[in-house]
């Protein structure tokens, strides 16, 4: 079977909510896999296995990871899906251990976020590997599932939450795969070591329900994070003008957020 078309791909995204490349990385994955390593020993984290380990913003700790940004496979893949003035948005970077629950990473109107996610191990169905339910991103999705209905699911349907039907993405290192934020995922059977880190992208916003939704995306990882900045310093200083495409109106947005919230805290407003 000949590789999908990108319009293919595109259509194959729009309806189930997901898309794997595989092994769209495989070259640089034994580098991405050292420089995900490094980001860890610089922040002096040492994941013990208890429990999840994760560093926020991620790639933006690391200039060869900054790079994926610049990498010509991926600016393809994903422009061919947000359009080629994408936005990013964020990402994390994690050791998990054990299980995540089902659930959506958020689900705006404008419908316009997607994650791209890099496993550094083999993972499979058994072994942690991320499950979707295909079409969950849809407004019929959205009205047929919610995440508290999936993770009770030992109320709802007498059956525990990995057996749900659910399409595994089973993935070796160098494989992306990319999802809609608004499809249902989640992974089961994974050890107390799996490696892999995340890339938030959206769509550059243009129309107004996408610039509600930019706002509000950047106030929640600027409160929730509390990192108070949009981008790592890495990232902003090995920016090239190609890449701050990506950057300015996150940027922007951000820091006018940042400073609606000021004012708000001056005039003794809570948050
Ligand atoms: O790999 C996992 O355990 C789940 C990842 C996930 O939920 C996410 O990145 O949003």
């Not at 942690?128 to 109320?155: F, N």
């Not at 795969?177 to 994974?190: I, K």
């Not at 994070?225 to 990506?246: D, F, N, W």
Request: some cysteine; overall charge neutral; charged content about 20%.
């Amino acid at each position: 079977m000949s590789t999908p078309s990108r319009t293919q791909q595109r259509a194959f995204f729009e309806t189930f909510g997901f898309l794997k490349l595989p092994g769209l990385l495989k070259a640089e994955a034994g580098r991405i896999i050292a420089d995900f390593e490094s980001v860890f020993v610089t922040h002096g984290l040492k994941h013990d296995g208890t429990q999840r380990t994760s560093v926020v913003p991620f790639v933006d700790q690391n200039a060869g990871l900054c790079a994926l940004l610049d990498h010509p496979g991926i600016l393809e893949a994903v422009g061919n899906l947000l359009g080629p003035d994408f936005n990013y948005v964020g990402s994390d970077g994690n050791y998990y251990t054990g299980e995540t629950t089902w659930h959506r990473d958020s689900n705006y109107q404008s419908n316009s976020y997607l994650k791209l996610a890099l496993y550094l191990d083999p993972v499979t169905k058994d072994t942690g590997c991320l499950r979707v339910i295909p079409g969950s991103h849809t407004e019929a999705g959205l009205a047929a599932w919610g995440d508290v209905q999936l993770r009770s699911a030992e109320v709802n349907w007498g059956v525990h939450q990995r057996e749900l039907p659910a399409y595994p993405i089973e993935s070796q290192p160098g494989d992306v795969l990319l999802f809609n934020h608004r499809t249902l995922h989640a992974s089961f059977g994974g050890g107390t070591r799996r490696r892999m880190f995340t890339m938030n992208l959206g769509r550059r916003a243009k129309t107004s329900p996408e610039i509600d939704d930019l706002i509000s995306y950047c106030d929640w990882h600027m409160l929730g994070h509390g990192s108070g900045q949009p981008y790592g310093k890495i990232m902003l200083e090995t920016a090239s003008p190609a890449r701050k495409v990506h950057l300015t109106q996150p940027f922007d947005v951000w820091n006018a957020s940042l400073e609606h919230h000021r004012i708000r805290k001056a005039q003794g407003a809570t948050m």
